[in-house]
């Protein structure tokens, strides 16, 4: 039969060793079930592997030789297409060369002196029976744009080059480009192409320096694996600086997270996910690039689990609350009290009142903050109609929108439903979606925004000029109010003429587009004036009001309703 004919031959091994005793070796542990070739150094190796390469099954290759060392050899198959099929063993006495080896291309160690026979011949058996199930797959082992191995193969590095190493501290890195989807939308996937592949290089370059192991993992993912170290900043400024001569104005900026000195060959993906979520902390925080997982991070994410368990029965009894904050329009003779915001709160029974700042980002994340949202809607407009029977008008508020929502195929349905089911129109719910919410799929987003407008519902946008959107890409959104970042308004010190241009620039765009803007995040009387001589319509901010429970925010109405009667009978 064909079959047992090829399992019975012999497959021909190529042992490279300058020493006579390790080739004598190999030949008394080797030879009883394979041919053997003996090479003494680098240059004979590569004769006989040039020679035998249809038919050579594996390589057993010293590192330190004489003429051409092992590194050589390594290097010179490695960028062989045809050679580098060819499974190499590497014999190193020496612990640090290993890892090199590894990012060479090397796919295991024999450590010298030599272990047990047994060991060797079971080491050697596995890596032909790998290569020959893995010549077919070869291809999956890098990633075609960056020259990087991919996930499995790296994990599968990663791991063996653990398990024979335990005392060797190493570290989980992965990298991250901020904001890479719109590198891709404003100048086009072949130049995201070529950002990773500069990476890519980047990273090959310095992990083969180091000795390290790089891969891409997905996307603008990479990790590396690599020996610790106190200090990454440099690394992360080397790759940062390969990025200069494509990041020109368009600011390509890396993020790093690093979870060090990993606890062994256990849960080797487990560590690089912390590493990961340490990377991903790092999202829109621009005076930081690196970041470690570290217990606070680690309290943070047990915490953060905590919550997402106990979102259902925080619902059911009643824990969130919805406070409202009032938007003032300006530019009167007084502040007149126009809408409010609802903004939700969490009375937790263990940790107290959390600030959405903890859970929005979380549920987000995970979808549950649709249940959250739904809920602060229904309050709202329960609470709007109560306020309009009480007070003989109507006070519009507006709600949050998250991007989850935005994806609901009964996002209309249900805010139509609220409105009916309570006596309103949809002028009096007006609807917040931030300025962010758009990045990923603006077209289709868009759209869906624009269909909420037609039923009547106003869109506020929420936290303009934090960045997210182009210029070219503000005329096409659906706005009915700009509200400007708060971050605008916390800039100006006294006497900064930028900062104070930058808001006036935003009310020109607003002007442009020939809607309201609502300042966020007003706290003094100066910052109030300043804007309604600038030409803002409304403020919102702790100089009016906190955000307040709505009993509270009720005596804001009744207070609105006195004036308004004052101002009525003179
Ligand atoms: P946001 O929509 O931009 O809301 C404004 C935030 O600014 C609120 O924080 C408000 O309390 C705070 N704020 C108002 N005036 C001032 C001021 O003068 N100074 C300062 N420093 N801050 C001021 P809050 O309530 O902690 O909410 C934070 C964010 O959480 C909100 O930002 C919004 O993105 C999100 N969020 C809040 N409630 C909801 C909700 O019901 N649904 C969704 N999806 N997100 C919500
Ligand atoms: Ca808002
Ligand atoms: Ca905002």
């Given at each position: 039969m064909v079959f047992s004919d090829e399992l019975k031959t012999r497959r021909l091994i190529l042992v490279v060793d300058d020493q006579e005793i390790n080739r004598d070796l190999m030949e008394m542990f080797l030879s009883d079930e394979y041919d053997l070739l003996f090479a003494e150094n680098g240059r004979q190796a590569m004769e006989l592997i040039c020679a035998h390469q249809e038919m050579l099954s594996i390589?057993?290759?010293?590192?330190m030789m004489p003429v051409m060392d092992g590194f050589q050899v390594l290097a010179a198959v490695h960028e062989d297409e045809a050679l580098r099929r060819i499974p190499i063993i590497v014999l190193t006495a020496e612990r640090s060369a290993e890892l090199r080896a590894l990012q060479m291309g090397a796919a295991d160690f024999i450590t010298k002196p030599f272990d047990m026979h047994e060991i060797i011949l079971a080491r050697v058996a596995r890596i032909i029976e790998l290569s020959e199930g893995r010549t077919i797959i070869q291809t999956a082992e890098r990633d075609a744009l960056t020259g990087l191995y991919t996930g499995n193969f790296f994990f599968q590095y990663a791991e063996r080059f653990a398990r024979y190493h335990p005392d060797c501290e190493m570290d989980a890195v992965v990298l991250n480009i901020e904001r890479f989807h719109l590198v891709n939308d404003l100048y086009g996937r072949d130049f995201g192409d070529r950002v990773l592949a500069l990476i890519g290089a980047a990273i090959q370059e310095q992990t083969s320096e180091t000795g390290a192991i790089g891969c891409r993992m997905e996307a603008d993912q990479f990790c590396i694996y690599i020996r610790h170290s106190e200090d990454y900043q440099e690394l992360l400024n080397a790759l940062q600086s390969r990025l200069a001569p494509v990041s020109g104005n368009t600011r390509i900026r890396l993020r790093t997270g690093v979870c060090a000195k990993l606890e062994g060959v256990h849960d080797l993906r487990g560590q690089f996910d912390k590493a990961k979520i340490a990377c991903d902390m790092l999202r829109g925080n621009y005076s930081r690039n690196l970041m470690y997982y570290d217990m606070e991070l680690h309290h943070k994410e047990v915490f953060s689990e905590g919550l997402v368990n106990d979102i259902h029965r925080a619902v059911e009894q009643r824990q969130f609350q919805v406070?409202?904050?009032?938007?003032?329009?300006?530019?009167?003779?007084?502040?007149?009290?126009?809408?409010?915001?609802a903004l939700i709160r969490w009375k937790h029974p263990e940790y107290g009142m959390i600030s959405p700042g903890a859970f929005v980002p979380l549920f987000e994340q995970?979808?549950?903050?649709?249940?959250?949202?739904?809920?602060?809607?229904?309050?709202?407009?329960?609470?709007?109609?109560?306020?309009?029977?009480?007070?003989?008008?109507?006070?519009?508020?507006?709600?949050n929108l998250s991007r989850v929502d935005l994806y609901d195929p009964l996002l209309e349905e249900k805010l139509l439903d609220l409105v009916e089911r309570n006596g309103l129109t949809t002028h009096e719910l007006k609807l917040e979606v931030t300025e962010s919410a758009y990045t990923d799929d603006p077209e289709q987003l868009v759209a869906r925004v624009e269909r909420l407008r037609n039923l009547g519902f106003e869109i506020e946008m929420d936290d303009f000029g934090s960045g997210y959107s182009s210029l070219n890409m503000i005329s096409t959104l659906p706005i009915d109010v700009l509200k400007m970042d708060m971050k605008f308004i916390q800039n100006v010190k006294k006497g900064n003429e930028k900062d104070f241009r930058l808001i006036e620039l935003i009310l020109d765009i607003a002007d442009y587009l020939h809607v309201p803007v609502v300042a966020e995040g007003v706290e003094t009387a100066e910052q109030c004036e300043m804007l309604r001589q600038a030409g803002c319509s409304l403020v919102q901010g702790y100089y009016f009001s906190r955000p307040v429970p709505p009993a509270e925010f009720a005596l804001l109405i009744a207070k609105e309703q006195n004036e308004r009667k004052l101002e009525g009978s003179t």
């Amino acid at each position: 039969m064909v079959f047992s004919d090829e399992l019975k031959t012999r497959r021909l091994i190529l042992v490279v060793d300058d020493q006579e005793i390790n080739r004598d070796l190999m030949e008394m542990f080797l030879s009883d079930e394979y041919d053997l070739l003996f090479a003494e150094n680098g240059r004979q190796a590569m004769e006989l592997i040039c020679a035998h390469q249809e038919m050579l099954s594996i390589v057993l290759l010293d590192l330190m030789m004489p003429v051409m060392d092992g590194f050589q050899v390594l290097a010179a198959v490695h960028e062989d297409e045809a050679l580098r099929r060819i499974p190499i063993i590497v014999l190193t006495a020496e612990r640090s060369a290993e890892l090199r080896a590894l990012q060479m291309g090397a796919a295991d160690f024999i450590t010298k002196p030599f272990d047990m026979h047994e060991i060797i011949l079971a080491r050697v058996a596995r890596i032909i029976e790998l290569s020959e199930g893995r010549t077919i797959i070869q291809t999956a082992e890098r990633d075609a744009l960056t020259g990087l191995y991919t996930g499995n193969f790296f994990f599968q590095y990663a791991e063996r080059f653990a398990r024979y190493h335990p005392d060797c501290e190493m570290d989980a890195v992965v990298l991250n480009i901020e904001r890479f989807h719109l590198v891709n939308d404003l100048y086009g996937r072949d130049f995201g192409d070529r950002v990773l592949a500069l990476i890519g290089a980047a990273i090959q370059e310095q992990t083969s320096e180091t000795g390290a192991i790089g891969c891409r993992m997905e996307a603008d993912q990479f990790c590396i694996y690599i020996r610790h170290s106190e200090d990454y900043q440099e690394l992360l400024n080397a790759l940062q600086s390969r990025l200069a001569p494509v990041s020109g104005n368009t600011r390509i900026r890396l993020r790093t997270g690093v979870c060090a000195k990993l606890e062994g060959v256990h849960d080797l993906r487990g560590q690089f996910d912390k590493a990961k979520i340490a990377c991903d902390m790092l999202r829109g925080n621009y005076s930081r690039n690196l970041m470690y997982y570290d217990m606070e991070l680690h309290h943070k994410e047990v915490f953060s689990e905590g919550l997402v368990n106990d979102i259902h029965r925080a619902v059911e009894q009643r824990q969130f609350q919805v406070y409202f904050q009032p938007k003032y329009a300006i530019q009167g003779t007084r502040p007149v009290l126009r809408s409010a915001e609802a903004l939700i709160r969490w009375k937790h029974p263990e940790y107290g009142m959390i600030s959405p700042g903890a859970f929005v980002p979380l549920f987000e994340q995970n979808g549950l903050i649709q249940t959250v949202d739904e809920f602060v809607w229904a309050e709202t407009a329960r609470q709007i109609a109560a306020w309009k029977a009480e007070y003989g008008f109507t006070l519009p508020v507006s709600v949050n929108l998250s991007r989850v929502d935005l994806y609901d195929p009964l996002l209309e349905e249900k805010l139509l439903d609220l409105v009916e089911r309570n006596g309103l129109t949809t002028h009096e719910l007006k609807l917040e979606v931030t300025e962010s919410a758009y990045t990923d799929d603006p077209e289709q987003l868009v759209a869906r925004v624009e269909r909420l407008r037609n039923l009547g519902f106003e869109i506020e946008m929420d936290d303009f000029g934090s960045g997210y959107s182009s210029l070219n890409m503000i005329s096409t959104l659906p706005i009915d109010v700009l509200k400007m970042d708060m971050k605008f308004i916390q800039n100006v010190k006294k006497g900064n003429e930028k900062d104070f241009r930058l808001i006036e620039l935003i009310l020109d765009i607003a002007d442009y587009l020939h809607v309201p803007v609502v300042a966020e995040g007003v706290e003094t009387a100066e910052q109030c004036e300043m804007l309604r001589q600038a030409g803002c319509s409304l403020v919102q901010g702790y100089y009016f009001s906190r955000p307040v429970p709505p009993a509270e925010f009720a005596l804001l109405i009744a207070k609105e309703q006195n004036e308004r009667k004052l101002e009525g009978s003179t």
